[in-house]
């Protein structure tokens, strides 16, 4: 049903991929269409751009080269009008790009290159210059005087600065010169021929054409073509007039008496009525765009099948990748866990190395310190031992051992190694045995080590007053020569979210808990005891409610031992064995009281002592809490011990106010941590808060950890191993300034 609805799922989630796929491809063949005809507009525009400024050169350069005429007769010193005409004939004769040259007098009379002399009556060219202007050009139309020509010609004049020739003044200068002089500047075809391009006067008749007219008879214009045709878009031909009177640029869609659908844009010729015009049919755009469509089409098909493709693959691979992803994380986490758990027991053997120096003479405490020594040695050793077990383990390295044990002694120790820590936490403990055959074959060193993992785990997440059950059971098979032992043990401690327990076997896996001691170990213990469980075919599984407790059972089956396949079972090892137990728990329940006892009467010494400097130790290893609070009593400190940064916080807050001058404070504690104790002291309402040093005394190194102290509020910070003469220079310098 599961891959069913996985299925579906990813059924759903390529086909809606797919489908924003084929909105993304549509909306982008649109864009693309508009971007291509954009680009062709763009590439019109600069089409037309360069023709306009080719032919706003040829006229800058025709009025530039009348200049030059009426600047040689000026060095010529010519005497009467018809030496002036004379140089003009040399002019026109030699210049390429007037056919004759005029000179106009103030009176409107022109003479020209051709010694032909109008009179202001045959010609309206004065009336041109009559409005102000210092140049201008025009087509040649013999309505206004016939200048000796009846070719298709322009006409270009400037203003001269009143030139006295022979008792005359003349105002202007005139020159015709023929169309090529700005067809020659234009690519009348563009776009594989398709585009042509045209220049217009005011009037629709063509300056510049694909096809010019040889002589004024044979010309037309523009305007009969547009009124032949029809334009698009509601615009009338008297709007392009305008629009090509004032100057303007603009785009018009028309369509042609012949049915050809064209796209027209002006440009206005800067000083003159003339426009630009490029005509290119709308078929060219389509046919641009077109190779565009069909390869954008076939690459966004291909796109789709590669991302159908690569959906499928991600989604193969997605599960691969969040476990990737999980357990470099729960790496990284063990590193972290692994620096604190290693330096916990090397900050104990250096701060007993410090003691043992002080103290080389004194056997006593020697036999004392070298005790302690060894169970921290035994723990660094343990963990080492772990992180080894479990690479071996995952290798397929570790041989177990097939070898006669004795099921009920293996439960015995296992029991026993745990009574001092369950009576230390004042924990109940219920052992029941239902055990038929307990002489089994197998390796009992590694089931031991799977029992024990179970077992300490449940006291380390059980708190104090809590209860532990402890059921064995079996079932013997039907040939009487192997036997199933179950083993359940079930507390009733802090239990575990679901999303934890389906990964509690995985390696270097830890939940962080409140109200626990979860933040010791490295998280090795259930991933070995699972890979364990896996090499004797025995099953390990865990039934937790958070809040409620955790129940582990192990399930596994071993040959009986041959030497004692005809034992009957005994009950009465069974009711001694609880006996035993009860016995045990009782006893260390006694020393723990009688401990108590012992540490209730030394507190009341020191009370009653001068008071020293105060110092509050917030440490939930037992042992690195014995050993500092030595080295410091041995300095002359008056020492507290917190458990965990709950009681740091209540023991500061019910103290007289200064009562303590500094505060060494472990970052990883159960129930509250160092971070979150320091910052609830410096909450509190007395002025000792904010006053009171605190170090973060810690096996946390890294400079997150750091900086996590100080952002929490505390003072300093020392590492773990506790380098002791630093220690003691610290707090020396708390003791001198309290004592100031």
């Known amino acids: 049903m599961g891959t069913v609805v996985e299925r579906s799922k990813y059924i759903a989630i390529v086909s809606a991929a797919v489908a924003v796929i084929i909105v993304a491809v549509i909306v982008y063949l649109v864009q693309l269409s508009s971007a291509?005809?954009?680009?062709?507009?763009?590439?019109?525009?600069?089409?037309?751009?360069?023709?306009?400024?080719?032919?706003?050169?040829?006229?800058?350069?025709?009025?530039?080269?009348?200049?030059?005429?009426?600047?040689?007769?000026?060095?010529?010193?010519?005497?009467?009008?018809h030496e002036a005409q004379e140089q003009l004939n040399l002019e026109a004769a030699s210049s390429a790009l007037f056919n004759a040259v005029y000179l106009m007098e103030t009176d409107g009379t022109l003479y020209s290159s051709s010694y032909v002399r109008l009179a202001p009556d045959d010609h309206a060219y004065d009336e041109i210059m009559a409005d102000g202007r210092d140049q201008f050009a025009m087509l040649y139309d013999d309505a206004n005087g016939r200048l000796e020509t009846t070719k298709e010609s322009l006409i270009f004049g400037i203003r001269l600065p009143d030139v006295e020739i022979g008792g005359h003044t003349f105002i202007g200068l005139l020159g015709r010169s023929d169309l090529s002089a700005i067809s020659n500047q234009l690519v009348i075809e563009s776009f594989d021929g398709q585009g042509v391009s045209s220049v217009v006067n005011s009037r629709g008749y063509y300056i510049v054409s694909a096809s010019p007219a040889t002589d004024l008879a044979g010309r037309n214009n523009f305007y009969d073509m547009l009124e032949a045709g029809h334009i698009e878009d509601g615009v009338t031909i008297d709007d392009i007039r305008r629009n090509i009177a004032e100057g303007k640029s603009f785009v018009v869609n028309?369509?042609?008496?012949?049915?050809?659908?064209?796209?027209?844009?002006?440009?206005?010729?800067?000083?003159?009525?003339?426009?630009?015009?490029?005509?290119?049919?709308?078929?060219?755009?389509?046919?641009?765009?077109?190779?565009?469509?069909?390869?954008?089409?076939?690459?966004?098909?291909?796109?789709?099948?590669?991302?159908?493709?690569?959906?499928?693959?991600?989604?193969?691979?997605?599960?691969?990748?969040?476990?990737?992803?999980?357990?470099?994380?729960?790496?990284?986490?063990?590193?972290?866990?692994?620096?604190?758990?290693?330096?916990?027991?090397?900050?104990?053997?250096?701060?007993?190395?410090?003691?043992?120096?002080?103290?080389?003479?004194?056997?006593?405490?020697?036999?004392?310190?070298?005790?302690?020594?060894?169970?921290?040695?035994?723990?660094?050793?343990?963990?080492?031992?772990?992180?080894?077990?479990?690479?071996?383990?995952q290798a397929g390295k570790v041989d177990l051992l097939a070898e006669p044990f004795d099921?009920?002694?293996?439960?015995?120790?296992?029991?026993?190694?745990?009574?001092?820590?369950?009576?230390?936490?004042?924990?109940?403990?219920?052992?029941?045995?239902?055990?038929?055959?307990?002489?089994?074959?197998?390796?009992?060193?590694?089931?031991?080590?799977?029992?024990m993992n179970i077992l300490s785990n449940a006291v380390k997440f059980t708190p104090e007053d809590g209860a532990i059950v402890m059921a064995v059971s079996q079932v013997v098979a039907t040939t009487g020569r192997e036997a199933t032992t179950t083993v359940s043990v079930a507390d009733s401690g802090c239990g575990m979210t679901k999303e934890f327990a389906d990964h509690i076997f995985d390696a270097f896996t830890q939940e962080r808990n409140r109200n626990s001691d979860s933040q010791k170990g490295t998280g090795l213990g259930m991933s070995i005891s699972h890979l364990l469980m896996e090499q004797m075919d025995g099953l390990i599984s865990v039934e937790s409610e958070l809040g409620k407790g955790s129940c582990f059972t192990i399930v596994v089956t071993l040959p009986i031992d041959p030497a004692h396949w005809g034992d009957v079972?005994?009950?009465?090892?069974?009711?001694?064995?609880?006996?035993?137990?009860?016995?045990?728990?009782?006893?260390?329940?006694?020393?723990?009281?009688?401990?108590?006892?012992?540490?209730?009467?030394?507190?009341?010494?020191?009370?009653?002592?001068?008071?020293?400097?105060?110092?509050?130790?917030?440490?939930?290893?037992?042992?690195?809490?014995?050993?500092?609070?030595?080295?410091?009593?041995?300095?002359?400190?008056?020492i507290t011990v917190a458990v965990n940064g709950e009681e740091a916080v209540r023991l500061f807050r019910e103290s007289a106010e200064g009562h303590f001058d500094a505060i060494l404070m472990d970052a990883q504690m159960p129930v509250m941590d160092g971070y979150e104790a320091a910052r609830e002291i410096r909450h509190l309402r007395r002025a000792d808060a904010k006053t009171v040093r605190i170090f973060a005394c810690t096996a946390s190194t890294f400079t997150e950890d750091r900086n996590r102290a100080l952002d929490a509020g505390m003072d300093d910070f020392l590492t773990k191993p506790l380098n002791v003469t630093v220690m003691l220079q610290k707090l020396e310098a708390v003791r001198k300034g309290s004592a100031s």
């Not at 972290?336 to 002080?358: F, K, V, W």
């Not at 052992?431 to 002489?439: F, G």
């Not at 008071?611 to 008056?638: C, H, Q, R, Y």
Request: proline fraction near 3%.
């Open 407 to 451: 099921l009920n002694a293996l439960v015995d120790n296992v029991c026993e190694m745990q009574r001092e820590p369950m009576a230390a936490r004042r924990i109940r403990f219920e052992l029941s045995r239902d055990i038929a055959r307990p002489h089994l074959v197998g390796d009992e060193v590694r089931l031991s080590q799977v029992l």
């Open 569 to 638: 079972p005994s009950a009465a090892a069974e009711d001694a064995g609880q006996t035993r137990t009860a016995e045990m728990l009782s006893d260390v329940v006694a020393e723990i009281e009688a401990e108590w006892a012992e540490e209730a009467e030394a507190l009341a010494e020191a009370a009653s002592a001068a008071a020293p400097t105060e110092i509050l130790v917030a440490e939930d290893n037992e042992l690195n809490a014995d050993i500092i609070s030595s080295i410091l009593t041995e300095e002359g400190f008056s």
């Open 36 to 81: 291509v005809a954009g680009n062709l507009m763009t590439s019109v525009d600069e089409i037309s751009r360069h023709d306009v400024e080719s032919i706003e050169g040829a006229l800058d350069n025709s009025y530039a080269r009348l200049g030059s005429v009426a600047d040689r007769l000026e060095v010529y010193d010519v005497r009467d009008i």
């Open 254 to 393: 028309c369509v042609t008496n012949e049915n050809e659908h064209l796209v027209m844009s002006f440009a206005p010729v800067a000083g003159t009525e003339w426009s630009f015009i490029m005509a290119v049919p709308t078929e060219v755009f389509s046919e641009r765009f077109a190779p565009f469509i069909a390869m954008t089409a076939g690459m966004l098909g291909a796109m789709v099948v590669v991302i159908t493709i690569m959906l499928a693959v991600i989604y193969r691979f997605m599960k691969q990748s969040v476990q990737a992803r999980a357990e470099a994380a729960a790496r990284t986490e063990f590193l972290s866990n692994m620096s604190h758990e290693i330096r916990t027991p090397l900050n104990g053997i250096i701060g007993l190395n410090h003691l043992m120096e002080r103290h080389i003479e004194d056997t006593a405490s020697m036999r004392d310190y070298v005790g302690k020594l060894g169970k921290a040695a035994q723990y660094l050793l343990s963990l080492v031992n772990d992180i080894l077990d479990v690479s071996k383990l």
